[in-house]
């Protein structure tokens, strides 16, 4: 029983680091070839299980093919998020699926 538990707490651990290595090379390729642009914030949600986060969601219309992108990040609960406000996202310029939000601009430093 025990080898057994140990096994599943180990997979557990190395599918979680690998989770998290996956994200820090996502952020990484985009810092360096992404594209910045200025999303707007749509909607702002408390994100249930996520502890003390809530859900932005912000939208961005790509001027050369007029496509609309759904961006969605979590921000910490303090943090005031007004409707309509800019937030900066990093973008593939090839797919703007793939992207990370990097600055809500309601955010200042006292609050992070």
């Known amino acids: 029983m ?3 538990i140990i096994v ?4 557990i651990f190395a599918i979680g680091i690998g989770l998290f290595l996956r994200v820090l090379i996502k952020n990484r390729w985009l810092k360096q070839y992404g594209t910045r642009i200025i999303a707007t914030v749509t909607d702002s949600v408390f994100a249930m299980g996520l502890g003390q986060s809530k859900m932005i969601v912000a939208e ?3 001027p050369r ?3 609309t992108y759904q961006f969605r990040g979590l921000v910490p609960s303090p943090v005031r998020v007004k409707l309509g406000e800019s937030v900066d996202v990093l973008i593939n310029p090839d797919n703007p699926k793939r992207y990370t939000i990097t600055s809500v601009a309601s955010i200042n430093w006292k609050t992070r």
């Not at 599943?8 to 997979?11: E, K, M, N, S």
């Open 65 to 67: 093919t007029d496509t």
């Open 8 to 11: 599943g707490v180990i997979a």
């Open 2 to 4: 025990w080898p057994t």
């Open 60 to 62: 961005w219309t790509d």
